[in-house]
């Protein structure tokens, strides 16, 4: 069964500040993973897809990178603003059924 | 990408009663997903809804509790039964944006039971 864990829980960095936000799965057989930012409240916005055979995807200030063999991907938000505030979520696409299983999310709040 | 418009957005409700969430697809998808979202919590998959067959539930929902419609390729519909406070959650549903383009998903619905 696929497990999905995402570290930290909760980050508080001040504005400006470049950040790393790490996703981490135990089954690497997987399809594709993708990141999603949530704001309080409400649904989620897609930010980068990266499919398993990608090694990284970048998109404006956000950059994701994906080691499958180590089950690891991380999400690099370069100088953070505080409208990067949200919890930001991974999942994973282990396919067969195209099932996601999500990680338990970070926290972000970025400071003035 | 395909676009899901969600309501109700959020609503406020009695226990034992029922909610129904509507979800509106922008164009012809498969696949349909239900998801909730317990407070502080991430998300978990209720069940799968293809058109023209029943519904796939998970391992800890069942059709009676959740009922849910899937009438054509671009809508479908989630009632939460016979509610109970356990029951306040955020539920969002998603679709597939085709092969190799990840999933996208309405706006969510936040329930509280009373």
């Known amino acids: 069964k696929q497990e999905v864990t995402q570290i930290p829980a909760a980050l508080s960095v001040p504005e400006g500040e470049n950040l790393v936000l790490n996703c981490s799965f135990t089954d690497s057989a997987i399809y594709n993973l ?49 409208g990067d505030s949200a919890t930001y979520l991974c999942a994973v696409n282990t396919g067969g059924g195209n099932k996601l299983t999500f990680g338990t999310g970070t926290q972000l709040k970025v400071e003035l | 990408s395909a676009v899901i418009s969600q309501k109700p957005s959020r609503d406020i409700c009695q226990r034992g009663t029922s909610l129904t969430i509507q979800c509106q697809v922008d164009s012809q998808v498969t696949m349909m997903f239900w998801y909730r979202q317990q407070p502080g919590q991430s998300l978990t998959l209720i069940a799968t809804a293809n058109q ?63």
């Open chain 1, 34 to 82: 993708q990141w999603f930012r949530q704001d309080p409240g409400k649904g989620l916005t897609s930010l980068l897809l990266i499919q398993s055979s990608q090694r990284e995807q970048t998109s404006g200030r956000l950059n994701a990178s994906l080691d499958k063999s180590s089950g690891r991907s991380t999400l690099y938000i370069a100088a953070s603003q505080p």
């Open chain 2, 52 to 114: 023209g067959s029943e519904a796939t539930y998970e391992s800890g929902f069942v059709i009676d509790k959740f009922p849910i419609s899937r009438p054509n390729l671009t809508f479908s519909t989630l009632t939460v039964s016979n509610m109970s406070p356990e029951d306040s959650s955020i539920y969002l549903c998603s679709a597939p944006q085709g092969e190799n383009y990840g999933y996208t998903f309405g706006s969510g619905t936040r329930l509280t039971v009373v």
